[in-house]
Nanobody
Framework: VQLVESGGGLVQPGGSLTLSCAASGFPFSRYAMNWYRQAAGKERELVAY????????YYADSVKGRFTISRDNAKSMVYLQMNSLKPEDTAVYYC?????????WGQGTQVTVSS
């Protein structure tokens, strides 16, 4: 099982980034996918979720209207489009797969929002 995040980096406030998570080793389409983030000195928090069944989504209030989660089951990929980025979005972003009482985590990708 492997989840590999990519797309992080340094961006100015107001800018955009798209994170990608490539999954392998499990039946991707049957797992709900999540993006979490952890800022320095803070607990890891759920940012966005997309279901396996109907691709319904959930967003944390702090990112609602700015971030969009999507998935491509044919490619076993999940994405997080991040717009209007703020300095408080700075964190390590993690991809998580959950299903059948099992969960898998990626290693994370750093996003830094700074001028």
């Amino acid at each position: 099982v492997q989840l590999v995040e990519s797309g992080g980096g340094l961006v100015q406030p107001g800018g955009s980034l798209t994170l990608s998570c490539a999954a392998s080793g499990f039946p991707f389409s049957r797992y709900a996918m999540n993006w979490y983030r952890q800022a320095a000195g803070k607990e890891r928090e759920l940012v966005a979720y997309i279901s396996s069944a109907d691709s319904s989504t959930y967003y944390a209030d702090s990112v609602k209207g700015r971030f969009t989660i999507s998935r491509d089951n044919a490619k076993s990929m999940v994405y997080l489009q991040m717009n209007s980025l703020k300095p408080e979005d700075t964190a390590v972003y993690y991809c998580k797969a959950r299903g059948f009482s099992i969960e898998f985590w990626g290693q994370g990708t750093q996003v830094t929002v700074s001028s």
